[in-house]
């Protein structure tokens, strides 16, 4: 079966200071991975989505990043964080026939 | 404006109650989700609809493409159905309601 990872669950950072988290999937091959960030009160935001190692798409301007070195791995950054990146951060993955995503357990990022 | 709209943003139900919980969409789509959030933030994936209608347990979910509009309901609602339930649509790219935050009272 299929299960998706994310670490850390938790994360409190200083404004300006580096950040990255990971996510990774198991049981599946070539799947389609999204990120995504819901800010307090407010509803998911789509950040980025990949459909292949290397393959980024940026869905908003941000100062956050995406890569995706290997095929069910795929990574969340930023080089100096801002209050406003604090949020719950969700990484997500779907098969290439079907769009039913399986969200991870998130990040909860609080920016100080 | 928001692409997607929920109603109610807020709703509490006795136990056993019938809930519907309602979304409006105005852009061209290919798909519609329903999403749980439960209150420690993880997300569930309760349908993807193109089309007609879904049931999965007490759970049933419409969709009316001709009027943009799609309806979650919970039968016989339980506290354990207390959480965010969000709908989200796909068009050209991902469009996400703000959530209707349901509490079921015992």
């Known amino acids: 079966s299929q299960t998706i990872h994310q670490w850390p669950a938790t994360l409190v950072q200083p404004v300006g200071s580096p950040l990255s988290l990971e996510c990774t999937v198991e049981g599946t091959s070539n799947p389609n991975l999204y990120w995504y960030r819901q800010a307090a009160g407010r509803g998911l935001q789509l950040l980025f989505y990949s459909v292949g190692i290397g393959q980024i798409s940026s869905e908003v301007p941000q100062n956050l990043s995406a890569s995706r070195p290997q095929d069910r791995q795929f990574i969340l950054s930023s080089k100096k964080l801002l209050l406003s990146d604090s949020g719950f951060y969700l990484c997500a993955w779907s098969t290439v026939s079907t769009d039913t995503q399986y969200f991870g357990p998130g990040t909860r990022l609080t920016v100080l | 404006k928001n692409e997607v709209e929920q109603s109610p943003q807020n709703l509490t139900a006795q136990e056993g109650e019938f809930i519907t919980i309602n979304c409006s969409y105005s852009?061209?789509?290919?798909?519609l989700h329903w999403l749980q959030q439960h209150p420690g933030g993880g997300i569930v994936s309760l349908f993807m609809l193109s089309s007609g209608k879904k049931k999965h347990g007490r759970l049933i979910a419409t969709i009316n493409i001709q009027e943009k509009h799609s309806s979650l309901h919970i039968t016989a609602s339980h506290p354990r159905d207390s959480a965010v339930y969000i709908c989200a649509v796909r068009g050209n790219q991902f469009y996400f309601g703000t959530g209707t935050s349901l509490t079921v009272i015992p």
């Open positions: 852009v061209g789509i290919s798909a």
